[in-house]
């Protein structure tokens, strides 16, 4: 994530805009930008439990709501413009269509927990939503766990930092480190089981999902 806003220049901001930076910047990051969301969220926090100027209910409260909102613009994205061009131009980067199917199985299967579970990891918090949409996860269970994941970042992070002050700023950091290191794990694990499995996926994946995946798109 990009972090040409320091901590200290996020607080005054907050000061300044209070709840529809907090807004803003959740909500844009959810989009698929590369925006501290979560820093604007714990600064707010930490501005709400210093000053009491700041109901810490609404910040959680508008904190899920640029979440839920967010993602589903991405989701959006993804499903509309993304899904077109992996069709389109993804075979230029060994997206086949059997891959591209592979893809669509595997967020009908484990979708609910890519979403849920991405809003406390830094780079699957920006692009979780635009990886559902593309690949075609369905709108009702997608909107389900989006918000449950939204609902409860905002309230560990936001009541966190309400209650604990700097410390859940020292700890957000690290754990979001930690968290994006066990994804990049996960992923290279995912990436060699579907290398050894890949001919099984693809047959799974056309029997969930039979004929061209253009006419998926009408």
């Not at 990891?121 to 918000?147: D, E, I, P, T």
């Not at 994006?180 to 693809?202: D, I, P, S």
Request: proline content about 3%.
């Amino acid at each position: 994530m990009l972090h040409f806003l320091s901590s200290a220049s996020l607080q005054d901001l907050v000061q300044t805009w209070g709840l529809w930076l907090v807004f803003g910047l959740v909500m844009m990051e959810s989009m698929g930008l590369p925006l501290p969301g979560e820093t604007a969220l714990i600064s707010a926090a930490l501005f709400a439990g210093a000053t009491h100027e700041i109901d810490i209910a609404l910040v959680v409260a508008v904190a899920a709501l640029g979440a839920v909102i967010g993602d589903n613009i991405g989701f959006a994205i993804g499903r509309t413009i993304g899904f077109r061009l992996l069709l389109r131009y993804g075979r230029y980067v060994r997206m086949t269509e059997p891959r591209l199917k592979i893809g669509q199985y595997l967020f009908l299967r484990h979708g609910g927990k890519i979403v849920f579970f991405g809003r406390f990891v830094a780079f699957l918090r920006a692009f979780a939503a635009l990886l559902a949409g593309a690949n075609r996860m369905r709108w009702a269970k997608f909107l389900l766990m989006n918000a449950l994941g939204g609902v409860c970042w905002a309230g560990i992070y936001g009541f966190g930092a309400f209650f604990f002050g700097e410390a859940i700023r020292r700890m957000a950091a690290p754990m979001g480190f930690g968290l994006l290191a066990l994804g990049v794990l996960a992923a290279l694990g995912g990436l060699l089981f579907f290398r050894r499995h890949e001919r099984e996926l693809a047959a799974r994946a056309d029997l969930a999902f039979p004929g061209p995946l253009i006419a998926t798109m009408r």
